[in-house]
Protein backbone atom coordinates (compact mmCIF):
# COMPACT_ATOMS: atom_id res chain seq x y z
CA UNK A 1 0.00 0.00 0.00
CA UNK A 2 1.53 3.46 -1.30
CA UNK A 3 1.59 6.54 1.37
CA UNK A 4 0.24 10.12 -0.18
CA UNK A 5 0.89 12.51 2.40
CA UNK A 6 -1.77 15.36 1.48
CA UNK A 7 -1.10 18.90 2.48
CA UNK A 8 -3.94 21.33 2.92
CA UNK A 9 -5.99 18.19 3.12
CA UNK A 10 -9.14 19.24 4.86
CA UNK A 11 -10.01 22.00 2.69
CA UNK A 12 -12.04 21.79 -0.28
CA UNK A 13 -10.12 20.00 -3.21
CA UNK A 14 -8.04 18.32 -0.30
CA UNK A 15 -10.33 16.68 1.57
CA UNK A 16 -12.08 14.96 -1.77
CA UNK A 17 -8.39 14.12 -2.98
CA UNK A 18 -8.20 12.07 0.26
CA UNK A 19 -11.66 10.29 -0.25
CA UNK A 20 -10.84 9.49 -4.00
CA UNK A 21 -7.68 8.11 -3.05
CA UNK A 22 -8.66 6.45 0.18
CA UNK A 23 -11.45 4.46 -2.58
CA UNK A 24 -7.92 3.93 -4.86
CA UNK A 25 -6.42 1.66 -2.37
CA UNK A 26 -3.53 4.37 -0.57
CA UNK A 27 -2.59 5.18 2.82
CA UNK A 28 -3.72 8.82 3.44
CA UNK A 29 -1.67 11.16 6.01
CA UNK A 30 -4.04 14.47 5.58
CA UNK A 31 -2.19 17.77 7.01
CA UNK A 32 -3.78 21.28 7.72
CA UNK A 33 -3.36 24.00 9.53
CA UNK A 34 -7.13 24.75 9.09
CA UNK A 35 -6.40 28.52 9.01
CA UNK A 36 -9.10 27.68 5.63
CA UNK A 37 -9.77 24.05 6.30
CA UNK A 38 -12.43 22.52 7.89
CA UNK A 39 -12.12 19.16 10.28
CA UNK A 40 -15.77 18.30 9.12
CA UNK A 41 -14.55 17.93 5.98
CA UNK A 42 -12.44 14.86 6.69
CA UNK A 43 -14.49 13.80 9.42
CA UNK A 44 -16.14 10.75 8.19
CA UNK A 45 -12.46 9.44 7.27
CA UNK A 46 -10.95 9.89 10.58
CA UNK A 47 -11.77 6.18 11.74
CA UNK A 48 -10.25 5.05 8.59
CA UNK A 49 -6.93 2.64 9.80
CA UNK A 50 -5.64 4.11 6.26
CA UNK A 51 -6.10 7.67 6.79
CA UNK A 52 -4.38 9.90 9.28
CA UNK A 53 -4.78 13.74 9.78
CA UNK A 54 -1.59 16.12 11.01
CA UNK A 55 -2.28 19.33 12.82
CA UNK A 56 0.72 21.69 11.38
CA UNK A 57 1.61 24.60 9.10
CA UNK A 58 3.46 23.94 6.55
CA UNK A 59 5.79 26.98 6.83
CA UNK A 60 7.46 25.07 9.04
CA UNK A 61 9.94 22.12 8.52
CA UNK A 62 7.98 19.08 8.00
CA UNK A 63 8.54 15.56 9.24
CA UNK A 64 6.55 12.50 8.74
CA UNK A 65 7.96 9.26 10.04
CA UNK A 66 7.68 5.84 8.10
CA UNK A 67 7.47 5.80 4.12
CA UNK A 68 5.74 8.45 1.74
CA UNK A 69 5.49 8.02 -1.97
CA UNK A 70 3.68 10.77 -2.82
CA UNK A 71 3.51 14.06 -1.81
CA UNK A 72 0.55 16.92 -3.16
CA UNK A 73 1.07 20.04 -1.96
CA UNK A 74 -2.60 21.74 -1.64
CA UNK A 75 -1.89 23.56 1.58
CA UNK A 76 -2.81 27.67 0.42
CA UNK A 77 -5.32 29.85 0.72
CA UNK A 78 -7.22 29.91 -2.59
CA UNK A 79 -9.92 32.57 -2.30
CA UNK A 80 -9.79 36.44 -3.17
CA UNK A 81 -11.67 36.91 0.59
CA UNK A 82 -8.78 34.57 2.05
CA UNK A 83 -5.46 35.67 0.75
CA UNK A 84 -6.46 39.96 0.68
CA UNK A 85 -6.96 39.14 4.50
CA UNK A 86 -3.79 36.74 4.93
CA UNK A 87 -1.60 37.56 2.24
CA UNK A 88 1.74 36.86 3.98
CA UNK A 89 0.33 33.40 5.07
CA UNK A 90 -0.43 33.13 1.69
CA UNK A 91 3.02 33.89 0.05
CA UNK A 92 4.82 31.59 2.65
CA UNK A 93 2.29 28.70 1.93
CA UNK A 94 3.47 29.29 -1.81
CA UNK A 95 7.59 30.09 -0.88
CA UNK A 96 8.19 27.94 2.54
CA UNK A 97 5.79 26.04 2.40
CA UNK A 98 6.47 24.44 -0.99
CA UNK A 99 10.24 24.41 0.20
CA UNK A 100 9.27 22.11 3.27
CA UNK A 101 6.91 20.34 1.17
CA UNK A 102 9.33 19.39 -1.60
CA UNK A 103 12.40 19.05 1.16
CA UNK A 104 10.66 16.29 2.61
CA UNK A 105 10.14 14.70 -0.86
CA UNK A 106 13.26 14.82 -1.48
CA UNK A 107 14.00 13.00 1.81
CA UNK A 108 11.49 10.45 1.29
CA UNK A 109 12.47 10.00 -2.48
CA UNK A 110 8.46 10.55 -2.90
CA UNK A 111 6.96 12.14 -6.35
CA UNK A 112 6.00 15.45 -6.11
CA UNK A 113 2.87 16.91 -7.13
CA UNK A 114 1.85 20.85 -6.88
CA UNK A 115 -1.23 22.34 -7.40
CA UNK A 116 -0.75 25.14 -9.14
CA UNK A 117 -3.64 28.00 -10.08
CA UNK A 118 -5.05 29.08 -13.83
CA UNK A 119 -4.34 32.82 -11.79
CA UNK A 120 -0.31 31.94 -12.80
CA UNK A 121 -2.16 33.67 -16.13
CA UNK A 122 -3.13 36.84 -14.46
CA UNK A 123 -5.41 38.85 -16.64
CA UNK A 124 -4.77 36.87 -19.92
CA UNK A 125 -4.26 38.39 -23.06
CA UNK A 126 -4.85 35.00 -24.65
CA UNK A 127 -7.78 33.15 -24.60
CA UNK A 128 -8.31 30.16 -24.07
CA UNK A 129 -5.18 29.83 -21.87
CA UNK A 130 -2.54 26.96 -23.38
CA UNK A 131 0.15 25.83 -20.87
CA UNK A 132 2.84 27.86 -23.18
CA UNK A 133 1.02 30.62 -22.17
CA UNK A 134 3.46 32.96 -19.59
CA UNK A 135 0.67 35.53 -18.62
CA UNK A 136 0.04 38.92 -17.33
CA UNK A 137 0.53 39.50 -13.80
CA UNK A 138 0.48 42.53 -11.59
CA UNK A 139 3.08 41.11 -9.39
CA UNK A 140 2.48 44.41 -6.65
CA UNK A 141 -1.69 44.31 -7.03
CA UNK A 142 -4.23 42.94 -4.47
CA UNK A 143 -4.21 39.29 -5.66
CA UNK A 144 -0.14 39.56 -6.56
CA UNK A 145 0.24 37.39 -3.16
CA UNK A 146 -1.57 34.65 -4.50
CA UNK A 147 -0.31 34.61 -8.19
CA UNK A 148 2.94 35.45 -7.59
CA UNK A 149 2.96 32.35 -4.64
CA UNK A 150 1.89 30.01 -7.37
CA UNK A 151 4.40 31.35 -9.75
CA UNK A 152 7.50 30.66 -7.40
CA UNK A 153 6.03 27.83 -6.20
CA UNK A 154 6.14 26.46 -10.30
CA UNK A 155 9.45 27.86 -10.38
CA UNK A 156 10.85 25.99 -7.34
CA UNK A 157 9.37 22.94 -8.33
CA UNK A 158 11.05 22.68 -11.66
CA UNK A 159 14.18 23.70 -10.11
CA UNK A 160 14.66 20.74 -7.85
CA UNK A 161 13.24 18.57 -10.74
CA UNK A 162 16.32 19.64 -12.58
CA UNK A 163 18.71 19.80 -9.97
CA UNK A 164 17.76 16.85 -7.84
CA UNK A 165 15.85 14.94 -10.28
CA UNK A 166 12.97 15.00 -8.38
CA UNK A 167 9.74 13.36 -9.76
CA UNK A 168 7.86 16.27 -9.70
CA UNK A 169 4.20 17.11 -11.58
CA UNK A 170 2.32 20.75 -11.67
CA UNK A 171 -1.39 20.68 -12.01
CA UNK A 172 -2.85 24.68 -13.02
CA UNK A 173 -6.36 24.03 -11.60
CA UNK A 174 -8.53 26.38 -13.13
CA UNK A 175 -12.43 27.13 -11.01
CA UNK A 176 -13.68 24.33 -9.50
CA UNK A 177 -16.82 23.82 -7.36
CA UNK A 178 -18.74 21.34 -5.50
CA UNK A 179 -19.81 20.20 -1.92
CA UNK A 180 -17.57 21.22 1.22
CA UNK A 181 -17.06 24.40 -0.49
CA UNK A 182 -17.35 27.51 2.74
CA UNK A 183 -20.19 29.21 2.52
CA UNK A 184 -18.24 32.65 3.24
CA UNK A 185 -14.85 32.17 1.25
CA UNK A 186 -16.02 35.16 -1.16
CA UNK A 187 -15.83 32.92 -4.91
CA UNK A 188 -19.07 33.26 -6.96
CA UNK A 189 -20.06 29.77 -6.68
CA UNK A 190 -20.69 29.95 -2.83
CA UNK A 191 -21.67 33.71 -3.21
CA UNK A 192 -24.02 33.01 -5.96
CA UNK A 193 -25.56 29.83 -4.51
CA UNK A 194 -26.12 31.24 -0.55
CA UNK A 195 -27.92 33.94 -2.00
CA UNK A 196 -30.18 32.61 -4.47
CA UNK A 197 -31.15 29.93 -1.50
CA UNK A 198 -31.73 32.67 0.29
CA UNK A 199 -33.42 34.61 -2.26
CA UNK A 200 -31.41 37.65 -1.16
CA UNK A 201 -29.75 39.70 -4.05
CA UNK A 202 -27.10 38.41 -6.06
CA UNK A 203 -24.20 40.23 -6.48
CA UNK A 204 -22.41 40.12 -9.46
CA UNK A 205 -19.73 42.30 -10.19
CA UNK A 206 -18.68 44.49 -13.24
CA UNK A 207 -20.89 44.48 -16.40
CA UNK A 208 -21.04 40.02 -16.01
CA UNK A 209 -19.70 40.10 -19.47
CA UNK A 210 -16.50 38.53 -18.27
CA UNK A 211 -15.91 34.80 -18.53
CA UNK A 212 -14.93 31.97 -16.48
CA UNK A 213 -15.25 27.98 -16.61
CA UNK A 214 -16.66 25.91 -14.04
CA UNK A 215 -14.80 22.10 -13.30
CA UNK A 216 -16.91 20.23 -11.31
CA UNK A 217 -14.51 18.68 -8.21
CA UNK A 218 -14.70 15.04 -9.04
CA UNK A 219 -13.69 15.89 -12.74
CA UNK A 220 -11.16 18.02 -11.07
CA UNK A 221 -9.97 14.93 -8.88
CA UNK A 222 -9.54 12.88 -11.72
CA UNK A 223 -7.83 14.82 -13.50
CA UNK A 224 -5.00 15.02 -10.57
CA UNK A 225 -5.27 11.31 -10.30
CA UNK A 226 -3.87 10.76 -14.12
CA UNK A 227 -1.40 13.20 -13.72
CA UNK A 228 0.05 12.04 -10.20
CA UNK A 229 -0.10 8.48 -11.66
CA UNK A 230 1.31 9.72 -15.32
CA UNK A 231 5.44 10.93 -16.16
CA UNK A 232 4.46 14.44 -17.08
CA UNK A 233 6.92 16.91 -15.35
CA UNK A 234 5.21 20.14 -17.31
CA UNK A 235 2.43 22.16 -16.33
CA UNK A 236 -1.05 20.72 -17.12
CA UNK A 237 -4.20 22.53 -17.28
CA UNK A 238 -6.97 20.69 -15.60
CA UNK A 239 -10.40 22.42 -15.83
CA UNK A 240 -13.73 22.37 -17.58
CA UNK A 241 -13.34 24.35 -21.29
CA UNK A 242 -17.36 25.58 -21.29
CA UNK A 243 -17.01 29.37 -20.90
CA UNK A 244 -19.82 31.33 -19.46
CA UNK A 245 -20.71 34.81 -18.53
CA UNK A 246 -20.86 35.37 -15.66
CA UNK A 247 -24.29 36.57 -16.00
CA UNK A 248 -25.44 33.27 -17.92
CA UNK A 249 -23.85 31.77 -14.75
CA UNK A 250 -25.77 33.59 -12.30
CA UNK A 251 -29.08 33.55 -14.01
CA UNK A 252 -28.36 29.27 -14.20
CA UNK A 253 -27.94 29.07 -10.35
CA UNK A 254 -31.08 31.37 -9.91
CA UNK A 255 -33.30 28.96 -12.18
CA UNK A 256 -31.98 26.03 -11.19
CA UNK A 257 -32.41 26.85 -7.20
CA UNK A 258 -35.87 28.26 -8.26
CA UNK A 259 -34.75 31.24 -6.57
CA UNK A 260 -36.80 34.58 -6.52
CA UNK A 261 -32.93 37.05 -6.17
CA UNK A 262 -32.82 39.95 -8.18
CA UNK A 263 -29.55 40.26 -10.01
CA UNK A 264 -27.63 43.55 -8.85
CA UNK A 265 -24.71 45.27 -10.01
CA UNK A 266 -21.53 46.68 -7.84
CA UNK A 267 -17.51 47.27 -9.16
CA UNK A 268 -15.60 44.98 -10.56
CA UNK A 269 -12.75 44.26 -7.93
CA UNK A 270 -9.26 45.58 -8.47
CA UNK A 271 -7.27 43.31 -11.01
CA UNK A 272 -10.10 40.89 -11.53
CA UNK A 273 -9.30 38.13 -14.87
CA UNK A 274 -11.79 39.56 -17.62
CA UNK A 275 -11.64 36.07 -19.07
CA UNK A 276 -10.63 32.60 -18.10
CA UNK A 277 -10.69 29.36 -19.88
CA UNK A 278 -8.57 26.66 -20.07
CA UNK A 279 -6.92 24.97 -23.09
CA UNK A 280 -7.06 20.94 -21.92
CA UNK A 281 -5.66 19.63 -25.42
CA UNK A 282 -2.59 18.60 -23.21
CA UNK A 283 -4.75 16.67 -20.65
CA UNK A 284 -6.92 15.19 -23.62
CA UNK A 285 -3.91 13.90 -25.46
CA UNK A 286 -1.67 13.40 -22.62
CA UNK A 287 -3.82 12.27 -19.82
CA UNK A 288 -6.99 11.23 -21.71
CA UNK A 289 -9.28 13.28 -19.40
CA UNK A 290 -11.78 15.75 -19.55
CA UNK A 291 -14.52 16.47 -17.68
CA UNK A 292 -18.09 15.13 -17.67
CA UNK A 293 -20.12 16.81 -15.37
CA UNK A 294 -21.91 19.38 -16.91
CA UNK A 295 -22.59 22.39 -15.29
CA UNK A 296 -26.54 22.25 -14.90
CA UNK A 297 -25.54 18.79 -13.14
CA UNK A 298 -23.04 20.25 -10.81
CA UNK A 299 -24.58 22.47 -9.73
CA UNK A 300 -27.54 20.79 -9.11
CA UNK A 301 -25.67 18.76 -6.94
CA UNK A 302 -23.72 21.75 -5.13
CA UNK A 303 -27.02 23.53 -4.65
CA UNK A 304 -28.66 20.15 -2.63
CA UNK A 305 -25.56 20.14 -0.52
CA UNK A 306 -25.73 24.33 0.53
CA UNK A 307 -29.19 23.52 1.53
CA UNK A 308 -28.39 20.35 3.31
CA UNK A 309 -25.27 21.86 5.43
Known sequence: MKTVLITGGAGFIGSHLCDFLIGKGYKIIAMDNLITGDLKNIEHLRQNKNFSFIHHDVSSHIAVNGNVDYVLHFAS?????????????TLKAGSLGTHNALGLALAKKAKFLLASTSEVYGDPLVNPQPE???????????????DEAKRFSEALVMAYHRIHKLDTRIVRIFNTYGPRMRKDDGRVVPNFIGQAVANEPMTLYGSGKQTRSFCYVSDLVDGIY???VSDLNEPVNIGNPE??????????IKELA????????RNLPVDDPHVRCPDISKARKELKWQPKIGLKEGIGKTIEWFKEN
Do not use: H
Open 226 to 228: RLM
Open 258 to 265: KSKSKIVF
Open 77 to 89: PASPIDYQKIPIQ
Open 243 to 252: EKTILEFAET
Open 132 to 146: TYWGNVNPVGVRGCY
